[in-house]
């Protein structure tokens, strides 16, 4: 199927954007912290095209389903609540919204933490400036994604993952203070590749405990006085608080330390040695791991040729990163995959993409 077929016209516009695998920098985004995330080869691709009946139609692909806006103050849920949310804070920032078809087909993964959701708000929102010829930068776009992710999907999400989406590449990683939106382009370590294994665990962020942890950071932050957990850059200040939330706010504070340490240049090896920390903070501090994640980590973190290796996205399923040797990423993840599915388990490779993998 496509738009011709489904809504009985070409297109007028279409646009894409990438999901995005995180580095360094994990539950730090909405703490106004530090991050690194790059992007991944997986992209969303959305056609866009007038509507002839004064409703908006959504249809994906993927999913093989149609949605459509009868009714103005019904906000639908699933893959169109993204759309209609970024049409909604459109409208609510004063552009004129007419009547839309969408059509959305997508290679990012979707319960992974590769951020299949801003691809998909960061794409909307490209095709609706396209078509529209609407004044909005690549900045404003991420913060109008994080909006509608925020108002109309139920998450409390920080501006990373569509700041990733919207900003960054796959040969590079993109350092931002998400406070102040501050931003470097930064090449990936020396003789080293980026390697993503999904884990096998869907998950969900409006499902999880996601919005948990944002409070218990927020409450944190209230109790020692400052706006954010990135004002504390001493880890010891932490210990004054109750459990959990000592250890919610030490994993914060310590990663953004980790975060910063890298933006002054550090070699491979240490890089590595910061993502195997991380994954520990997540795990024992931040308690967003799984066992599943925990093995995948752990069989990366034992094999030759990888630096280091973590969950990526925010935890309770979906996938990891490893930071690998260059040339060396499909045969450690071939044989990674070997032992994680002996062990019961169900994880595929990512990145590299098999695309690319075969071109090469």
Known sequence: MDFQQIFGKPPETQATAPGRVNLLGEHTDYNDGFVMPTAIPQSTTLQMGFSSDRQHHFYSENLNEQVTILD???TPSGFASYIFGCLEVLQKSGYSIPSLCVYV????PMGSGLSSSAALEVATLRAARQLLNLPIDDVEIAQLAQQAEIHYAGVQCGIMDQMASSLADTEHIL???TRTLERRVMPLPNKAEILVIDSGVPRTLASSGYNQRRAECEEAARSLGVKALRDI???DVTEKLPEPLRRRARHVVTENNRVLEVL????????G???NASH????DDYEVSVPALDTLVELLQKTPGVFGARLTGAGFGGACVALVAAGEARSI???ILEQYNQAGYNGQILVPSLELSDAA
């Open 280 to 283: 520990a903070s997540l795990r």
């Open 175 to 177: 350092f931002l203070d």
């Open 105 to 108: 087909t997508s290679s990012v």
């Open 233 to 235: 850059t001493d880890v």
């Open 273 to 275: 040695e910061l993502m």
């Open 333 to 335: 993840a071939g044989h």
């Open 72 to 74: 103005i103050n019904y």
């Open 264 to 271: 002054q240049g550090v070699s491979s090896v240490r890089f």
